[in-house]
C-alpha cells in the first residue's frame, strides 16, 4: 500500500512522551453531538460546517473539527475494519422510585408488550430501579446473557416476575426527599459506568414521572435547578465523561409543564432528548435514528473559561427549517492533568475494553512471515483534528500495538509516535483511500490477534481494530 503524503515515526515510549510532554495547556476541548431533522422529522444530510453556528455563554465559538455522520464501511477482501456495523448500546431503566403507583402499573403492562415486539434485544439492556432506590437487572449490562439478542420475547414473563416482586410499598426512609435524590442521581452513574467501555454512542433511556432535585441552601440561586441544585455537577460530570446521553421518558396521566420543562432540562446537559408518551419501540428507534445520522463538532475553550459552573452552548443553524437537538449545557470543570496522563488514560482505556473502538475510522491488512506480521493501516482522516501549517495540514498521532494470546493481552504493547503532514491534494485523496501507514510488527507462534489503537493527540480521541494472525 502506498503511503499518502508523510508520516514520521519516533519509536519508544519513552521518547515519545519526552518530545510531546508540553510545559502547560492552553485549552480543553467541547466535542458534540448534533442531529439535524428537516420539518417531517427525517434526518438531514450534506452539511457541512458552514452551516453550524455554536455560542458558549453567548460567546461565538470557531468550529475546530466538524465530521459528519458515521457509517458503517464496505468489506474489503483481506481487511478488518472497526466500522464493519456502528455500535449503539442502550439501556432502559424503569424508574419505580419516582414513578407514582397509579401510573406505574400501565408502564408495567404497556412496556412489556412494547419490548416483546422489538426484532431484536441487540445492545439493549434493562434494569429496575426499586422502591428501596437500587438497580434490579433484568437483562443485565455484562452478564452472562449480555449476548442474547431473543431475551426481549419473552420479556412480558420476567418483566411480570420481576415487577411482583419489585412492586410493594415505599420504604419509610426514602420520604426523605434528598435521600431520593442520592440514590436516583447514583442509579444513573452506575448505569453510565458501566456503559463507558462499549464503543460508540450510550444512551440511557430512563422511564420516570420526573427529575428530582434538593435545593443547595448554601448557593444563592437565581435560575433553575441545574445551576442550583445538590449533586448536579457530579451527575452532569460523570455523564460527560462516560459520553452517556440521558433521554427521559414519561408516561404520566397527568404532566405538568414543570415536570416536563425538568425532564428536558436533563436531557439539555446530556445531549438526549425527552419524550412524552411515546411507545417504547417508537422511542427506541428515535434514538438510534439520532445516534446513527448526527454530526460531530468540536470546539477549544481557554482553560481560564474552565469556571466549575454551568455553562449553555447554543448550536444553531442559519436554514430554519432544520431542527437540530444537541447538548445545551456543560460543567466546565477544570482538567488539571497533563497531556501525557490524559493520553495514558484515554490509550488505557482502549487497551483495556473488550470492544473496538470506532471513533477514529480504521481499516488494515496484515500478513505474517515467519515471526513478522506486515501490517497497512488507514485512518480516517474525516476523524482527526488536523490543523493547517502552513500549505499544509498536520497532525500527531500514537499507534499502539498490542499483542493478543488465548488468555488475554500478552507482554508490553510496543509504542510509536506518527507525525502526519499532507498537502490539501494529499488529504482529499486521503479522504477516499485513508492515511496509510505501514508497519512491521514481531509476533510469536502464541500471538492469536493484534489490536491496533490509534490516539489522535489533537483531541485524545482513539480508534481501535483487533486483527487475526493467519500464518
Known amino acids: 500500500m502506498a503511503s499518502t503524503g508523510t508520516i514520521f515515526f519516533v519509536w519508544g515510549a519513552a521518547v515519545f512522551f519526552a518530545q510531546l510532554s508540553p510545559a502547560a495547556d492552553t485549552a480543553g476541548q467541547i466535542r458534540l453531538s448534533v442531529t439535524a431533522l428537516d420539518s417531517g422529522g427525517q434526518p438531514v444530510d450534506g452539511l457541512k460546517s458552514d452551516d453550524f453556528q455554536i455560542a458558549d455563554q453567548g460567546k461565538p465559538q470557531k468550529i475546530i473539527f466538524f465530521r459528519a455522520k458515521q457509517s458503517a464501511t464496505e468489506a474489503i477482501p483481506n481487511d478488518y475494519s472497526n466500522r464493519a456495523s456502528m455500535p449503539h ?21 404497556s412496556l412489556g408488550k412494547s419490548l416483546q415486539q422489538l426484532q431484536s434485544g441487540g445492545s439493549l439492556y ?129 404532566p405538568t409543564p414543570d415536570m416536563t420543562r425538568d425532564l428536558e432540562q436533563l436531557s439539555g446537559l446530556t445531549g438526549g432528548w425527552t419524550y412524552v408518551g411515546e411507545e417504547m419501540g417508537a422511542v427506541l428507534k428515535e434514538v438510534d435514528r439520532d445516534a446513527a ?83 497497512q493501516i488507514r ?39 506518527a507525525s502526519v503532514n499532507l498537502t490539501h491534494e494529499q488529504k482529499d485523496a486521503a479522504m477516499k483511500d485513508g492515511i496509510a501507514i505501514a508497519q512491521d510488527h514481531p509476533v510469536t507462534a502464541a500471538v492469536q490477534k493484534v489490536r491496533v489503537i490509534v490516539l489522535d493527540q489533537g483531541s485524545d480521541v482513539t480508534g481501535s481494530l483487533t486483527i487475526p494472525v493467519k500464518r
Open 379 to 417: 485512518v480516517n482522516p474525516a476523524d482527526l483534528s488536523m490543523h493547517e501549517d502552513g500549505a499544509n495540514v498536520v497532525d500527531d498521532l500514537t499507534v499502539l500495538l498490542e499483542d493478543i494470546g488465548a488468555s488475554g493481552p500478552m507482554g508490553e504493547p510496543a509504542m510509536s509516535g
Open 89 to 109: 448500546t442502550k439501556v432502559i431503566v424503569f424508574d419505580l422510585l419516582n414513578e407514582p403507583l397509579s401510573d406505574r402499573l400501565n408502564v408495567w403492562h
Open 293 to 375: 445520522s448526527s454530526y460531530a463538532l468540536a470546539y477549544d475553550m481557554p482553560l481560564d473559561s474552565w469556571d466549575s459552573k454551568f455553562h449553555k452552548i447554543r448550536v444553531t443553524s442559519e436554514n430554519k427549517a432544520i431542527k437540530l437537538r444537541t447538548q445545551q449545557r456543560y460543567y466546565a470543570y477544570p482538567d488539571k492533568r497533563t497531556e501525557d496522563v490524559r493520553r495514558h488514560t484515554a490509550l488505557a482505556a482502549a487497551y483495556q475494553s473488550p470492544f473496538d473502538y470506532p471513533e477514529i475510522g480504521l481499516r488494515a491488512a496484515a500478513v505474517a512471515d515467519g515471526n513478522t506480521l506486515h501490517l
Open 126 to 254: 434493562f434494569y429496575l430501579l426499586t422502591l428501596e432506590g437500587t438497580l434490579s437487572p433484568i437483562h443485565e449490562i455484562g452478564g452472562t446473557a449480555g449476548d442474547d439478542k431473543t431475551w426481549t420475547q419473552t420479556i412480558e414473563k420476567t418483566l411480570d416476575k420481576a415487577m411482583k416482586a419489585a412492586n410493594h410499598n415505599r420504604p419509610a426512609v426514602m420520604d426523605d426527599q434528598e435521600m431520593v435524590v442520592k440514590k436516583t442521581y447514583v442509579a444513573l452513574e452506575t448505569l453510565a459506568n458501566k456503559l463507558a467501555p462499549f464503543p460508540g454512542r450510550r444512551d440511557i433511556v430512563w422511564i420516570t414521572n420526573g427529575m428530582p432535585n434538593v435545593w443547595n441552601p448554601k448557593t444563592p440561586c437565581n435560575g433553575d435547578w441545574v445551576d442550583c441544585a445538590l449533586y448536579v455537577p457530579h451527575l452532569s460530570f460523570t455523564l460527560e465523561r462516560d459520553n452517556v446521553a440521558v433521554d427521559p421518558v414519561s408516561y404520566s396521566s397527568n
